[in-house]
């Protein structure tokens, strides 16, 4: 769902404000800082709520022919409430840029702690529990999103999916790109 809000900087961005898109990764938070506060009479509130409109159409319709990874007009803010609903917007008309706070959970220790060819079959309980969380919540979800939102790399939650498979508990179906996850019970 981290790549919905990314998509949605780079459509719905304001490209007459010469400025580039932000990305701060913070221990706690990823911060996305778009040029350009929000279009018309379009508030915080009203996306919270599903609204939307089209600032770039042009845009909007090369998306949605699969230049960018994109899911639906208008739905990319609903789709990642429902992962992160403590997402926070900053519509800041003076400063005139848009700002998405998704805060991070922290993961506490090391991921796995391999002392033998046989542990290096085990891994966080916590660790594994949550990316079955994400799946389970999205089967589409990408690793780069599972990391943000676990706090770890997308190195980490690789081997954390790998473990998985081998235990017998997850699967990829379908390609890399355009495929999904899926837990098996």
């Not at 922290?106 to 060819?117: F, L, R």
């Not at 770890?152 to 939650?157: D, L, N, Q, S, Y």
């Not at 790998?162 to 017998?168: A, C, E, F, P, S």
Request: charged share 25%; hydrophobic share 40%; glycine share 8%.
């Amino acid at each position: 769902m981290f790549e919905e809000l990314l998509v949605n900087a780079l459509i719905h961005r304001d490209y007459l404000v010469s400025a580039p898109i932000r990305l701060f990764i913070f221990d706690n938070r990823i911060e996305i800082i778009s040029p350009g506060h929000l279009p018309d009479n379009l508030t915080v509130e009203k996306i919270r709520l599903g609204n939307s409109i089209i600032r770039n159409p042009i845009l909007v319709s090369y998306a949605a022919k699969g230049i960018l990874p994109y899911r639906g007009l208008g739905s990319g803010i609903k789709r990642a409430l429902e992962v992160w609903p403590e997402i926070e917007f900053m519509d800041d008309r003076d400063g005139c840029f848009f700002t998405a706070i998704v805060h991070r959970t922290s993961v506490k220790g090391p991921i796995s702690t391999p002392s033998s060819p046989k542990s290096s079959l085990k891994s966080s309980p916590k660790t594994e529990e949550q990316i079955l969380a994400l799946i389970r919540q999205d089967p589409f979800v990408t690793t780069v999103a599972m990391g943000a939102a676990l706090g770890i790399t997308k190195r980490a939650v690789l081997k954390q999916i790998d473990k998985l498979k081998v235990q017998g508990r997850l699967r990829r179906v379908g390609p890399a790109k355009g495929g999904h996850w899926e837990v098996i019970e």
